[in-house]
């Protein structure tokens, strides 16, 4: 039997409203979440009651508490559950946490540019409508030689426009060798069907010659495309046609000749030691007449689609409606402008553009950078069940990315003989903010290239909150 008398200990709704902390937490948070948390705590000590789990002692104890548990519990549900986290994992560019960082300076041109009128779509010189595509487009030319350029949401909507206003109807011609799925869905043959183009499949899965793309040449080519194979690589017996080869089958036809470059590469990698990636100016001295590339890959930028080439195509794309359901909105022309502006000086790209300077980073700072966390962690006194060391490792360029690069770096790996590793990274992973991390042969492990000095402090407090926690369960 539960004990009647104990309900009359309960604070009423009304009673806790009162309470000088609630008072507080309604002045920022809306009542009716606060009036849901109160009534769940009720609730949930009316069930104890009911169930005989509590005794007086042991329900006024829970009271004492209960206020501060309103708090805590409302302050959490107010919180925004979209949010920054912790990138522990070494890959730069984590599609599923958010592709590129924009350093303070895009950031402050964003703001900028969104809490002002701005000139968006009006031409200061003639006070006429504008394009909202002028500015951005006089830049892309200026940096890549290209006599034209369009930016889209993304580059599968890039893709999508350059099928759909060359090839609506008409067949495209790609090799099997390139017939990819980028994750999230983007594949090529998708893609293509949703743009009204019909695909021409030539060639084998490893090897596609020449010839194969010039049998199926006939009066229904409409372009031939060239993939950039971003996310994997074909090993072994393998060959592919560049487009320096291509460019003289489209001359001979005259078609128009499309390259989805994937990642967009403005500067020559191999200079920094990195493989080399077909930079986005070698495609167009190649021959390609329309390229297309993302935003927030190795550009550095914000999400978008680039399209650049010939101003024939380019231009018979700014008429399609198709781009005005696809048009970037003004953030991203605000961080494109700043972040392409990096690029007329290609030292200050490397310094300034958060993806490449992550991308080059020197094994040397990646190194001081994993010390000064480690002194960090032992001068506060790191839990005995925790052991941390220094190890080489390699980080990964992600975003389908230089997939076969091998980025010496080095990790913060922390073992344990008292807690389950997966319990250990589910805690920090529930951390706020969540810090993400690799697990690896029972190992975790902190990537320092991807690891910013700012969040040092965050990681000491993430620590100590997991062993705090794994001590009391
Ligand atoms: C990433 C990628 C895409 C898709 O680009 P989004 O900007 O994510 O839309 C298309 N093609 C290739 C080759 C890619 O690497």
């Known amino acids: 039997m539960a004990n009647a008398n104990l309900y009359s200990l309960l604070p009423k709704v009304d009673e806790l409203l009162e309470d000088k902390s609630i008072q507080e937490l309604l002045d920022k948070i809306p009542r009716s979440l606060v009036l849901d948390v109160i009534r769940q705590e009720l609730d949930t000590l009316r069930a104890s009651i009911r169930e005989n789990k509590l005794d007086k002692e042991e329900l006024k104890g829970q009271l004492d508490g209960l206020v501060a548990r309103i708090s805590r519990r409302a302050n959490q549900e107010a919180s925004y559950k979209f949010k920054r986290v912790i ?91 390139e017939l990819i799925e980028i994750g999230g869905s983007f594949r090529i043959p998708e893609v293509m069907e949703e743009s009204g183009a019909i695909l021409r499949e030539v060639g084998t899965t490893n090897k596609t010659h020449l010839r194969d793309y010039e049998n199926v040449i006939g009066e229904e080519t409409a372009a031939l495309l060239k993939v950039h194979t971003s996310n994997y690589r074909i090993l072994g017996f393998t060959s592919s046609v560049s487009i320096k080869e291509l460019v003289d089958l489209k001359t001979k036809y005259q078609i128009p000749l499309i390259e989805d470059l994937g990642s967009g590469v403005l500067v020559d990698l191999a200079k920094y030691g990195l493989n080399h990636e077909p930079t986005v100016q070698e495609s167009l001295a190649n021959g390609a007449d329309v390229v297309t590339f993302s935003g927030d890959k190795l550009l550095g930028g914000p999400q978008a689609g680039i399209i650049l080439g010939k101003k024939e195509h380019i231009s018979l794309m700014k008429q399609n409606p198709l781009t005005r359901a696809i048009r970037v909105d003004k953030f991203t022309l605000a961080a494109l402008e700043v972040t392409l502006r990096y690029y007329l000086d290609e030292e200050r790209a490397l310094r300034e553009i958060p993806t490449l300077r992550m991308l080059t980073m020197p094994i040397a700072e990646i190194e001081a ?42 990790c913060l790996v922390l073992s344990s003989d008292k807690y389950k590793i997966e319990s250990i990274e589910g805690l920090l992973r529930g951390f706020n903010p969540p810090i993400i991390t690799r697990i690896y042969r029972d190992r975790i492990y902190f990537d320092l290239r991807t690891i910013k000095e700012g969040e040092f402090k965050t990681i000491v407090e993430g620590l100590t909150h997991v062993a705090n926690t794994l001590r009391e369960s």
């Open 369 to 410: 950078k994993a010390k000064n966390l480690l002194d960090l962690i032992e001068g506060q006194g790191l839990d005995k069940a925790f052991t941390l060391e220094i190890q080489d490792d390699f980080s990964e360029v992600g975003g389908g990315s230089l997939p076969l690069e091998e980025l010496a770096t080095k």
């Open 87 to 177: 990138n522990a994992t070494g890959v730069i560019i984590h599609t599923n946490l958010g592709r590129s960082l924009l350093n303070d300076k895009i950031l402050d041109n964003i703001k900028e540019i969104a809490s002002n009128y701005s000139n968006l779509e009006y031409d200061l010189q003639s006070a006429k409508r504008g394009s909202r595509y002028s500015i951005i487009e006089s830049l892309i030319c200026e940096i890549t030689g290209a006599e034209a350029a369009l930016v889209v949401n993304n580059n599968a909507a890039a893709v999508l426009l350059a099928l759909s206003t060359l090839a609506k109807g008409r067949e495209v011609i790609v090799s099997r060798g």
